[in-house]
């Protein structure tokens, strides 16, 4: 390749053969230099030196940090499809791939002083190594390594005999490091590390031909099939030697300086290789300053995009309702209760949003019960009093369906058109729903995700309601917006999302809590009960409909199939009508029936002409019936908390004591058995809400991978909130200072954040 020189007159001579290769007219202000991986270009108009050479800085890192994997030393193709699989494709995904435990290798302890539950390191010579059967017939590989001061086990139980005897040959001397435990009066190790001395070599000269892995506390990375934890603890220090420094910071120096940040460099290099004296706990509890660093990083982009997106919409002008009641009035006139003071707390927060000239966009948060259809419905007829449409959508045709029976009848006492829109619908069917909707005649419209397609137009959105927001992703809700000239945005959840979860994924959106049930309601009580106590089960529900109460039980399969165990609801109503309640009243409710089918069966069991009601998660929401005392729950362990906690609030909601049993089967898994007794021991939305993310973790609490939560490299929400917290009052201290981030002090700030966020966060106005 031609070297390319700088005259002393400043200008560049470049060869025509490269800039012809490299796309460039003559006479194209451009700047250029050689490096290791190659020249890179940077064009400038008018370029200050200072910005030239801090641009091209930033060029030449970000390429090195794009290095394929498959290129650093020791790699090669091979081990980059195995990294591959680890989510490492470049040297960057490398620096951020961090260690999830640690081990103290900085000393060699005699293995007199080697302490149960800590792992150690420590010098020994093989005395025996053979296949040992315990008395049960169970089979181990065992050898016995002794120093000076005494001896210790070491033991396998996936062996592979032929092997081990190989390698584990008496006299052989070597260094071992593992996790000590004790049984009995036996110090044991199972399946250690192991560094072989060469005949007549040191401790010490072992111990400097590897100080990646001795000496120091070393790191411990997350593994997959075929990868070693020294093949890649070495690829780790390649990389991180050779290309730390090519991350840079694009925080302002006033937040790193308010924060006590390191550079990210250095925060790096110390989380994947600490300092002597680093403390191996507090890394691995992120309490280390490193740790930090890199987490507030993270979380501060994050919130850096929401708040510049809670901005954009702030700045956006938007339809200013006025608040006429024609509807509201007559609507709170025909419910036979009062709203809470909480209710209208959030529905003033609404109409003082809905009012204003820039467009609204609210989360609606509250507990099953709290009547949050209600206060939508409210706001709906804010936007239908002023002559515009309100679409509703719902995660499942289900929910849709639900909302349309409950709203469709009050919409009815008031003249208001409401139509449905899901995917199930077909033919003319369809045709006149979508007509209806574009021609403005369906002043309501619900329906799933369907509502957001290409070929539903309406004439005048002016509200869009997004329900079990956590299962839509942002830019789903961005897509309703599309819908409209810039209407405003109600999201409502019956799932309570705990602080720090809101704070990344609604982080865009202003909230209202609906933090009161209506009055009248007794608190729940909850049990497990095992197969054993079913006779009792049974019992508890005809003394209730004696008592002139109803009952549910709920199933988590409309009909049994040959692949699952399950009870299903189908084939269980009819035991149930058939062989233990033969004297009762049974119906049955699920997902398949027609919706006419389920309204008529809602509306029997809330007239009393239904005792029992067996039903799937079908009656998860929108059932209100408050002489339901009591619920029993099929396979209680097979649900998620939040949907026991959603299908437990069907009951409790009139005057009398209620009840809600969890039938579990005999085996439950831990992660089950945490559910359940969660379950037990609280009714509180939001202590459940915070159990489920702890049990589940963040991924899984919100359903699926697009439900929009963020995909941490570094950050653990449950572990950092308070740091998500300070970096989120950072990047809004940023954005109201500078809503567009167009000072030059911003301008790395408005790059990295395009580079990290711009297509997740629907920021296209950044790049």
């Given amino acids: 390749m031609p070297v390319v020189t700088l005259a002393e007159n400043g200008q560049l001579a470049i060869p025509d053969d490269l800039l012809k290769d490299l796309g460039i007219k003559p006479g194209d202000p451009v700047l250029l230099e050689k490096t290791a991986g190659g020249i890179l270009l940077s064009r400038h108009a008018s370029p200050s030196p200072g910005a030239v050479q801090s641009r091209l800085h930033e060029s030449i890192n970000r390429k090195n940090l794009e290095t394929p994997i498959q290129f650093i030393k020791g790699v090669g193709p091979k081990l980059a499809e195995t990294l591959g699989k680890k989510g490492i494709a470049t040297v960057e995904d490398a620096l951020y791939l961090l260690p999830n435990r640690y081990e103290d290798r900085r000393q060699v302890v005699p293995i007199a002083r080697l302490c149960p539950g800590v792992t150690s390191v420590f010098f020994g010579e093989v005395i025996t190594a053979d296949v040992v059967s315990t008395k049960g017939g169970r089979r181990f590989f065992?050898?016995?390594?002794?120093?000076?001061?005494?001896?210790?086990?070491?033991?396998?139980?996936?062996?592979?005999?032929?092997?081990?005897?190989?390698t584990w040959k008496e006299g052989r001397r070597g260094i071992f490091t593992g996790l000590v435990s004790q049984f009995g009066l036996q110090r044991e190790v199972h399946h250690p590390d192991a560094e072989w001395l060469a005949e007549g070599e040191t401790v010490a000269s072992v111990m400097a031909r590897d100080?990646?892995?001795?000496?120091?506390?070393?790191?411990?990375?997350?593994?997959?099939?075929?990868?070693?934890?020294k093949t890649l603890r070495k690829v780790m220090k390649g990389v991180v030697d050779q290309y730390a420094s090519c991350v840079e910071s694009a925080l302002p120096l006033e937040v790193t300086g308010r924060q006590g940040l390191l550079p990210l460099s250095d925060a790096l290099r110390r989380v994947h290789f600490p300092d002597g004296d680093a403390d191996p706990r507090g890394l691995e509890e992120g309490k280390d300053p490193a740790n930090r660093t890199l987490v507030f990083d993270e979380f501060f982009f994050l919130e850096l995009g929401l708040a510049m997106k809670k901005r954009g919409v702030t700045l956006e002008s938007g339809i200013a309702f006025t608040v006429s009641h024609t509807y509201t009035k007559p609507l709170l006139k025909l419910l036979p209760f009062s709203l809470t003071g909480a209710q209208r707390r959030v529905l003033a927060e609404i109409k003082e949003d809905m009012m204003a000239p820039h467009p609204m966009h609210r989360l609606v948060q509250g507990d099953v019960g709290s009547g949050k259809t209600l206060v939508a419905l409210m706001a709906a007829l804010v936007a239908v009093e002023n002559g515009y449409q309100v679409a509703i959508m719902a995660p499942t045709e289900i929910l849709a369906e639900q909302h349309y029976l409950n709203i469709h009848r009050w919409c009815d006492e008031l003249g208001i058109s409401v139509t449905l829109v899901t995917s199930s619908l077909k033919g003319k069917a369809k045709k006149d729903a979508l007509e209806r909707v574009a021609g403005g005649e369906a002043q309501i419209v619900i329906g799933t995700h369907a509502v957001i397609q290409d070929k539903v137009e309406f004439l005048r959105l002016g509200l869009g309601i997004v329900d079990e927001q956590h299962r839509f992703g942002v830019l789903q809700r961005g897509l309703l917006r599309k819908k409209g000239e810039n209407p405003d945005i109600l999201v409502m959840t019956a799932t309570p999302i705990p602080r720090t979860l809101a704070m990344t994924v609604f982080g865009d959106l202003s909230l209202s809590v609906i933090d009161e049930l209506p009055p009248g309601r007794t608190p729940i009580e909850t049990r497990i009960c095992f197969e054993s106590r079913r006779k009792q089960v049974y019992g508890i529900i005809r003394d209730e409909v004696t008592k002139g109460r109803q009952a549910y039980v709920i199933y988590p399969l409309v009909e049994e199939s040959e692949k699952s165990d399950l009870k299903a609801a189908t084939q269980m109503a009819e035991h149930l009508a058939n062989d233990i309640f033969p004297e009762l009243r049974l119906g049955i409710l699920h997902g398949r029936m027609k919706p006419e089918e389920k309204e008529a069966v809602m509306r029997s069991f809330k007239a009393r002409e239904i005792d029992i009601l067996v039903a799937t998660t079908v009656i998860e929401v929108g059932i209100d019936v408050p002489n339901a005392t009591v619920m029993v729950i099929e396979h209680a362990e097979r649900f998620g908390l939040s949907q026991l906690h959603q299908l437990r609030g069907r009951v409790g909601r009139g005057s009398e004591k209620s009840r809600c049993i969890l039938m579990a089967g005999e085996r439950l898994s831990e992660d089950a058995e945490k559910r359940l007794r969660v379950m037990e021991s609280t009714t509180d939305g939001f202590r459940?809400?915070?159990?489920?993310l702890e049990i589940r973790g963040p991924g899984d609490f919100l359903g699926t991978r697009q439900a929009g939560i963020p995909d941490f490299r570094v950050a653990n929400i449950l572990r950092d909130g308070r740091i998500l917290e300070e970096a989120r009052q950072e990047a809004f201290a940023v954005v109201d200072l500078d809503s567009e981030l167009r000072l030059p002090r911003h301008e790395k700030l408005r790059t990295e954040l395009a580079r990290r966020w711009g297509g997740r966060l629907e920021l296209a106005g950044i790049a």
């Fill in 688 to 692: 459940i809400a915070e159990a489920d």
């Fill in 142 to 166: 065992e050898v016995v390594v002794r120093d000076a001061s005494g001896t210790i086990s070491f033991k396998w139980f996936n062996f592979n005999p032929a092997f081990l005897k190989k």
């Fill in 211 to 229: 100080p990646v892995s001795f000496g120091r506390v070393v790191p411990v990375y997350p593994l997959t099939e075929g990868l070693h934890q």
